[in-house]
């Protein structure tokens, strides 16, 4: 499961952004030959012929560096990927989380500095949350499928997650914004694939999927009116690209339940993928064609 990428020697694109080296490196290791492309992936999944060995590459929320950094490895290794993108930033808007990440990035030190910087943007009555119980419960749990956050990354993201909504969220963080005199629209530029490059990929045999309309930080809260507009939404952005037919998709965040499983299904989604390795409570790690686990490259890249 694959986010940010950089360049060699450039600076990261973001909260655990890898290199191409590294990434060129990972597949390798990993073994290119039990890295099966988009279509045989969904084939064997639809056949019940999944295998233990077998492997699929997947890319979240069409950035610009996937493109610019990763396509040209996987050109040269001869391999095709899942894409799962949002359509809001190629209609004329935009997803916030993703230039907020980029700023923390690029105008911070570290992760832990910017952490630091956006708690004292927040009132005392938020901040007090992170000493109740409901925050220790989070950390456990977050820290469980996510080891290498750190403590700091635990509190923002409680904080963004489960206490600011997420009006109150986007006004801490362009206030922040501000501090340092960084503008929203400077930083989006270029941060996503636009729709040429979106069918160029579905134009290689990439497989080019469902990712939500606007990435909205808990989808699973949504009313299932609304979390079912999210996805036809982002369906017919794609189809109108000439994409289809659609029948992958990821989830948001990790954000689901068993309503949003039966819309997906409705909407004739063959295969979906979650955002990590652990099961869900009390079953096993791919419980349906739905909610198939996936591995962050942080982890792999730790064990080389």
Same mark, same amino acid.
């Given at each position: 499961?694959?986010?940010?990428?950089?360049?060699?020697?450039?600076?990261?694109?973001?909260?655990?952004?890898?290199?191409?080296?590294?990434?060129?490196?990972?597949?390798?290791?990993?073994?290119?030959?039990?890295?099966?492309?988009?279509?045989?992936?969904?084939?064997?999944?639809?056949?019940?012929?999944?295998?233990?060995?077998?492997?699929?590459?997947?890319?979240?929320?069409?950035?610009?560096?996937?493109?610019? %950094?990763?396509?040209?490895?996987?050109?040269? *290794?001869?391999?095709?990927?899942?894409?799962? %993108?949002?359509?809001?930033?190629?209609?004329?808007?935009?997803?916030?989380?993703?230039?907020?990440?980029?700023?923390?990035?690029?105008?911070?030190?570290?992760?832990?500095?910017?952490?630091?910087?956006?708690?004292?943007?927040?009132?005392?009555?938020?901040?007090?949350?992170?000493?109740?119980?409901?925050?220790?419960?989070?950390?456990?749990?977050?820290?469980?499928?996510?080891?290498?956050?750190?403590?700091?990354?635990?509190?923002?993201?409680? /904080?963004?997650?489960?206490?600011?909504?997420?009006?109150?969220?986007?006004?801490?963080?362009?206030?922040?914004?501000?501090?340092?005199?960084?503008?929203?629209?400077?930083?989006?530029?270029? *941060?996503?694939?636009?729709?040429?490059?979106?069918?160029? *990929?579905?134009?290689?045999?990439?497989? %080019?999927?469902?990712?939500?309309?606007?990435?909205?930080?808990?989808?699973?809260?949504?009313?299932?009116?609304?979390?079912?507009?999210?996805?036809?939404?982002?369906?017919?952005?794609?189809?109108?690209?000439?994409?289809?037919?659609?029948?992958?998709?990821?989830?948001?965040?990790?954000?689901?339940?068993?309503?949003? *499983?039966? /819309?997906?299904?409705?909407?004739?989604?063959?295969?979906?993928?979650?955002?990590?390795?652990?099961?869900?409570?009390?079953?096993?790690?791919?419980?349906?064609?739905?909610?198939?686990?996936?591995?962050?490259?942080?982890?792999?890249?730790?064990?080389?």
């Amino acid at each position: 499961m694959f986010h940010r990428l950089h360049a060699d020697g450039a600076k990261p694109a973001g909260q655990g952004s890898i290199s191409r080296a590294d990434f060129d490196r990972l597949l390798r290791h990993v073994g290119i030959e039990r890295i099966l492309s988009p279509a045989e992936w969904l084939r064997r999944l639809q056949r019940g012929g999944l295998q233990s060995r077998d492997l699929c590459l997947t890319f979240d929320d069409g950035l610009r560096c996937q493109y610019d %950094v990763a396509l040209p490895v996987l050109q040269s *290794l001869g391999l095709l990927a899942f894409w799962f %993108v949002y359509s809001i930033v190629n209609e004329g808007g935009l997803v916030k989380s993703e230039i907020y990440s980029h700023f923390a990035t690029s105008r911070f030190e570290s992760m832990d500095a910017f952490c630091d910087a956006f708690l004292g943007r927040c009132e005392e009555a938020a901040r007090s949350r992170l000493t109740g119980t409901a925050f220790e419960r989070y950390a456990q749990t977050t820290r469980a499928m996510f080891p290498f956050y750190s403590d700091n990354d635990l509190r923002y993201r409680f /904080m963004r997650n489960d206490v600011l909504s997420p009006a109150a969220f986007e006004r801490v963080m362009d206030a922040l914004m501000a501090d340092h005199g960084v503008a929203v629209p400077d930083l989006a530029r270029t *941060l996503w694939m636009d729709n040429r490059a979106l069918q160029e *990929l579905h134009r290689q045999g990439h497989g %080019v999927g469902l990712h939500s309309y606007d990435h909205p930080y808990q989808l699973a809260r949504l009313p299932p009116a609304e979390q079912r507009a999210q996805y036809e939404r982002n369906a017919r952005h794609l189809q109108s690209l000439g994409i289809q037919p659609v029948t992958s998709m990821s989830h948001p965040l990790n954000s689901y339940g068993p309503e949003t *499983l039966a /819309m997906l299904t409705s909407l004739g989604l063959l295969c979906g993928f979650r955002s990590n390795m652990t099961p869900p409570v009390g079953q096993t790690v791919n419980p349906g064609p739905l909610e198939l686990a996936r591995e962050d490259p942080v982890n792999l890249l730790r064990t080389l």
